[in-house]
């Protein structure tokens, strides 16, 4: 039993009024296990076998990236582009319509898409990922092998991992001559769903306390109400597994609802089928009533999502590369509604995230006080542990799960500290991540990850990105390049 000490550095210690800042703080894990957290002269202080200097550095718990892309990001293509410019994600209905016809990507591509993913999380202070993949160029569910992959990267890097099998009803194609349309198809949404199951038992039968499954029907609008509904039985039957979709995110997905339903909103749907409740998380939510963009006013949307325990997933990135925006963080968080920070596309860097997130809610509600550093810092901490239903995450406390992130803001580009926490989330970036720690062991050091070749791994990944793109071009029906 070796006790370890942190110190020297910015603790982000955890009291009952929530993370407060030790400066020349220590905490000591022993294991897997927080033993102490306070000040080195406390007689409370144990010794400790090993020490890390963290001069200079913010000693954080880990980060929790709540939704992230973990796979090779295909929607970087679209960024400073007009729509319909370059080749899109245009699946053939041919291909879609023909279960023996070969994914763009091998089983090893699958692979090296994974460990690449689980790489740059972890490189970034992610100590704990809920990792989803792209269905833009899928069927009706992931490939068996894509998920397996995942779980045995983050198993291998030491990752603290929630994956998913994707499902769904609706499978979006392109045609000849470039019009879309979909095929819904309730027994591929009931197959996908037994695949997932079937991963969630598989990860449950291993027993490894760091990979963990999750329900993850792809989008809401994509799934049937019948499909919802069984998705939460069988998260109660699983043992209140884990449940996520993306909901709300295109402003059409809002309209198509709404000339549906007239008489009542996306959120009343989910809350009439089920759909919400303290296992869910819904990525994204951001075209509801009060939006600019609906030209609806407000309606009891985010009183129902917090009275329900219903957490959401903000990724505003993703979303301000393509000039739209949650409206906002800060009248979500005001509402009661716990929210956490996620990635949905490349670099999978939740500072930039944080940061982002918080100018924006900033432009959007025009004060200088909303979307504070504290509250974004939260999100990506605690709020992203409560989603999961880990109360043992996201905080420095004695008896909490020992993650933990170190990010150096000792240089230049940190600039003189004030607020440590502030300075992290609006200076600083991945690239200051110098230790990764997960359940007790360190996983980066010095901003490398252990037993990683990631040179090699970055040629891999360049190898097998140039083989997607191909395969987009040939997919697409003018031939266009990506």
Known sequence: MVKTAIQGGWIVGWTTNGHQILDGGTVVFENDRIVFVGFPSDQECPKAERTINAQGMLVSPGLINLHCIANLDLQVLRMDMKVGEGSGYCKPRSWVTNPDAPHILSDEDFRVSSRFCVATLLKGGSTTFAAVTTGATKRWEDPSVEPYALAEASEEMGARAWISHLYREACDYTNGDGKRGEIWDRQKGQAGLDNAIKLIKNLQAKGNPLVTGFLFPSRTDKCSDELLKETIHQSKVLGDVHVRSHFSEHLQEFRDFRAKEPRRTMVEWLRDVGFLGPQV???????????????????????????????????????????????TFSRYVNAGINMGIGTDTFPPDLLEEMRVG?????????????????????????????????????????????????????????????????????????????????????????????????????????????????????????????
């Open 281 to 327: 998380c819904l990525t994204h939510a951001i075209y509801i009533g009060g939006h600019s963009a609906t030209g609806e006013s407000p309606r009891d949307d985010l009183q129902i999502l917090a009275q329900s325990g219903t957490s959401i997933c903000h990724c505003p990135v993703v979303f301000a590369r393509g000039g739209s925006a949650l409206e």
């Open 358 to 482: 918080a100018l924006i809610n900033k432009v959007i509600d025009r004060q200088r006080s909303v979307g504070s550093a504290r509250d974004f810092y939260n999100a990506a901490t605690i709020g992203g542990a409560r989603a999961l239903g880990r109360e043992d995450l996201g905080k420095l406390v004695v008896g909490a799960t020992s993650d933990i992130s170190i990010f150096n803001l000792s240089g230049l580009s940190s600039g003189p500290i004030d607020d440590p926490i502030r300075s992290l989330v609006h200076f600083a970036g991945r690239r200051e991540c110098h230790t990764v720690i997960v359940g007790g062991e360190i996983v980066v050091d010095d901003g490398q990850i252990l037993g990683v070749d990631e040179e090699r791994l970055s040629l891999q990944a360049g190898r097998t990105w140039t083989r997607y793109m191909k395969g987009l071009v040939d997919w697409d029906y003018a031939g266009r390049a990506t």
